[in-house]
């Protein structure tokens, strides 16, 4: 069987690095080439290229020195840390609780995964509505503040992901 795997191991993972190379390093090279660019997402009548002037680092001191990209940048490390922490902890806890149960284990495996199953966009509309709903209550909504965003975004992402985690 070994001499088998020798055989086609090359051949058959051919298919696997070509889709490699185009969906992910193809365009991951030409986003890193169009960030030293003028490039604006379409083609320019007057430019003497097709993809704007050459403009080296100046898009990225542009960007490190830009406040709306330091605050977005914040609050997605603040995101992150919240979210893997709490769906760690929660997973954790969940697994644990259904490790326990005798009878409906598999039932409640199937139940807290299918939030996974469930498309974002969806998703996000059905928590939009649940939790402006909810806020309405208060005369607040997920727009009032960057606060309730963060923690709305926080909900619906643990929520989803808790079961597969588990």
């Known amino acids: 069987m070994e001499k ?3 055989k086609w191991f090359k051949i058959l993972n051919i298919p696997a690095i070509i889709l490699f190379v185009v969906v ?3 365009p991951f090279i030409m986003g890193v080439a169009y960030s030293f660019t ?3 997402g379409s083609y320019f009548k007057g430019s003497e290229h097709w993809y704007g002037a050459l403009v080296g680092f100046k898009n990225y ?3 490190f020195h830009s406040q709306k990209f330091i605050t977005s940048f914040v609050y997605t490390i603040k995101f ?3 979210a893997v922490v709490i769906k760690n902890i929660v997973s954790l806890g969940m697994a644990l609780m259904v490790r326990k149960v005798g009878k ?3 039932f409640f495996r199937t139940v807290f995964f299918m939030p996974n199953l469930i498309g974002g966009i969806i ?3 059905v928590w939009q509505l649940l939790l402006n709903g909810l806020l309405l209550q208060i005369n607040k909504t997920l727009t009032y503040s960057s606060v309730y ?3 709305g975004l926080v909900i619906l992402m643990c929520w989803q992901q808790i079961g597969y985690m588990m």
């Open 123 to 125: 998703l996000g509309y």
């Open 149 to 151: 965003g963060f923690w």
């Open 80 to 82: 992150t840390v919240v």
């Open 4 to 6: 088998y795997y020798k």
């Open 61 to 63: 001191i542009k960007v």
């Open 104 to 106: 409906g284990k598999g």
């Open 38 to 40: 003028a490039w604006r």
């Open 24 to 26: 992910i390093l193809v």
